[in-house]
């Protein structure tokens, strides 16, 4: 028998890797580890520490971060400034929330991955959902 399905699932990005290419999860990380928003010089200041880009490259890959709404921007004088949309951890918990609604019995899905957390996950999940009376 299969669980119900969640009004607004199809919101969520992409499974798997964020449903993002390396080039973009690696725009994505700066993003995250940024203690202020990020132009596109920037980004490309710390990526090209590991790799040689063009400008414009990074520009792509912020745009479609933001397409995707992985990503915000404001403009700040002739350029815009980048911020990641959700945190890490909101990321890791949409990617579950999108994964585990590919199952075909999602009660079984939820069920066996609730069957695996560590003792402190459930203790966790326990007072998560103690908390959400």
Known sequence: ?????????????????????ELEMAVLEVLWQAD?????????????TRRTLAYTTVQTVLEKLRRKGWADRRPEGRAFLYTAAHSREEAAAQVLHSLLYTAPDVDAAL????RHVSPREQNVLRAALRNDD
């Not at 132009?39 to 990526?47: K, P």
């Not at 069920?111 to 609730?114: D, I, K, P």
Request: charged share 10%.
């Open 1 to 21: 028998m299969s669980g119900p399905r969640h009004p607004g699932q199809e919101n969520h990005p992409s499974p798997g890797s964020l449903g993002l290419g």
């Open 36 to 48: 202020a928003p990020s132009s596109a010089r920037d980004v490309l200041t710390i990526l090209t």
């Open 111 to 114: 069920l066996h991955f609730v």
